[in-house]
């Protein structure tokens, strides 16, 4: 009797290992947004400075455009004459609820005699941190012209439905793929690859669209050529959803001229293959 209760107890640990630690996320996503509303309530309130060092962990990466630690950012300036508001549009989190992200527009009012507004959409990293609760592992954002509304439901990502088929790679190896492709096929071909359905591309001075095909039309490749340099990348432990940053060198091949950028990348596993949700470039 004991060797059928111990075979029953080993064959549902083996079948609960193979779920990839699936858990419940709505929780988890409701945290997560819930902590990006009160983060953006505390700045409201208290000022970027108090806020930002309240939310970001210290080893948090900021792009300012360069990658720095948030620590450094934060703790050495002060606010701006201004109001910095912010709402989340969309999010989305791991298979285990343990990391995630949320995205949104921003507004920055600008006090003065004629006050001026600036517009754009940021990008948080937000992980669970043992006995510390949800904690930015990373942060940026662009700019753009085109006004924006924060009176906005948060959603969650849109999904592409796929069959539960076993990952046949790692997250190392799709961004080592992706990079090789932009080298043989340029930057298009790469991306027509690895954009997800509804992805959003960010750069400067462009209001973002969920759009795939929009997203590729914006990119030109010739006559560049791109050198992505990957600065640091993190997987979830259930193995669906990850993110990288680095570097990218983009030469002008006709003129020489060399334009660098930082750049995040949003990653998650749809069926079998893995995906980019959210592409993030800032000019250095």
């Known amino acids: 009797m004991k060797t ?11 079948l609960s290992g193979c779920n990839k630690m699936k858990v419940d996320k709505t929780v988890d996503l409701e945290e997560i947004i819930k902590s990006e509303i009160a983060f953006a309530k505390l700045s409201e309130t208290t000022g970027r400075k108090t806020a930002f060092l309240s939310n970001l962990l210290d080893s948090a990466t900021v792009l300012v455009p360069m990658p720095a630690k948030s620590i450094d950012v934060y703790s050495t300036v002060e606010d701006l004459p201004g109001q910095l508001l912010w709402h989340p549009e969309y999010a989305e989190i791991s298979d285990d609820g ?63 439905m796929a069959p539960e088929t076993e990952s046949t790679r790692e997250l190392s190896q799709a961004i080592s793929s992706f990079n090789d492709m932009v080298l043989l096929e340029g930057e298009k071909g790469a991306y027509n690859s690895y954009l997800n359905e509804y992805c959003r591309v960010y750069r400067e001075g462009i209001a973002p669209e969920i759009s795939r095909q929009v997203q590729l039309n914006q990119l030109i490749d010739s006559p560049f050529e791109y050198k992505y340099t990957n600065y640091t990348s993190g997987v979830s432990e259930s193995e669906d959803f990850g993110y990288e940053f680095g570097s990218l060198e983009v030469n002008d091949i006709h003129s020489s001229l060399i334009t660098n950028y930082s750049f995040c990348r949003i990653w998650k596993l749809v069926g079998s293959e893995w995906k980019i949700l959210i592409d993030l470039r800032l000019r250095i």
């Not at 059928?4 to 083996?14: A, G, K, N, T």
């Not at 992980?127 to 949800?134: L, M, S, T, V």
């Open 4 to 14: 059928e209760v111990f075979s029953l107890i080993f064959s549902i640990l083996i």
């Open 98 to 160: 343990n990391i995630g992200f949320t995205t949104g527009p921003w507004i920055f009012t600008v006090n003065s005699d004629e006050p001026k507004k600036y517009y754009g959409h940021y990008l948080s990293i937000w992980q669970r941190i043992p006995e510390r609760g949800w904690k930015i592992i990373f942060d940026a954002g662009i700019g753009y012209q085109s006004e924006v509304d924060l009176n906005i439901e948060t959603k969650k990502f849109p999904e592409i």
